[in-house]
T-cell receptor
Framework: DAGVTQSPTHLIKTRGQHVTLRCSPI?????VSWYQQVLGQGPQFIFQ???????GRGNFPDRFSARQFPNYSSELNVNALLLGDSALYLC???????????FGPGTRLLVL | GQQLNQSPQSMFIQEGEDVSMNCTSS?????WLWYKQDPGEGPVLLIA?????ELTSNGRLTAQFGITRKDSFLNISASIPSDVGIYFC?????????????FGKGTKLSVKP
């Protein structure tokens, strides 16, 4: 069975640009969450989507947005990139909530 | 953002040794989770704790949910080389299908040279 997949695996952008990260959940999972993991830190919760609706939001600026599609895949968008946005962005899926989540391998974003 | 305090930050293990790590918070959580992350991969859930005082085992791993609901402990018995990695605790408060998951900064396990 396929796990959570994320694309791209690596990305280099410059300050001020915009980026879109994509996530495909495990088949049958309706909840997708996004996390930012800065080097040397634990993941920080950004968003949770369930049944295409936002169900939770962490302490991130409005430059960060996300959406979930009818097939339960999800996109994370970040506008006006800052150097501090450089991080590993993790997507996790679960049948419903945040309890039994399966994480993808992440997208490593470098902002120059 | 809010993070949990994990200790130690790093430790070296020799095969066969027992390992202990803990996690504390200023906030109460109604669920504690322990994850392991290997290089280049996302975290993998090891143990979930649902009740204050609960002790749960998963093979050589044992975790406890503190009575105050503000801390948790993870023990690894008879460590093996594949135990190397970063261990994260996470606190969860949830209702229905939503919630907020707060991670610690991690405890890095390495092999003694």
């Amino acid at each position: 069975d396929a796990g959570v997949t994320q694309s791209p695996t690596h990305l280099i952008k410059t300050r001020g640009q915009h980026v879109t990260l994509r996530c495909s959940p495990i088949s049958g999972h309706k909840s997708v969450s996004w996390y930012q993991q800065v080097l040397g830190q634990g993941p920080q919760f950004i968003f949770q989507y369930y049944e295409k609706e936002e169900r939770g939001r962490g302490n991130f600026p409005d430059r960060f947005s996300a959406r979930q599609f009818p097939n339960y895949s999800s996109e994370l968008n970040v506008n006006a990139l800052l150097l501090g946005d450089s991080a590993l962005y993790l997507c996790a899926s679960s049948p419903r909530g945040l309890l039994t989540q399966y994480f993808g391998p992440g997208t490593r974003l470098l902002v120059l | 953002g809010q993070q949990l305090n994990q200790s130690p930050q790093s430790m070296f293990i020799q095969e066969g040794e027992d390992v202990s790590m803990n996690c504390t918070s200023s906030s109460i959580f109604n669920t504690w989770l322990w994850y392991k992350q290997d290089p280049g991969e996302g975290p993998v859930l090891l143990i979930a704790l649902y009740k204050a005082g609960e002790l749960t085992s998963n093979g050589r791993l044992t975790a406890q949910f503190g009575i105050t609901r503000k801390d948790s402990f993870l023990n690894i018995s008879a460590s093996i080389p594949s135990d190397v990695g970063i261990y994260f605790c996470a606190g969860l408060n949830y209702g229905g299908s939503q919630g907020n998951l707060i991670f610690g900064k991690g405890t890095k396990l390495s092999v003694k040279p």
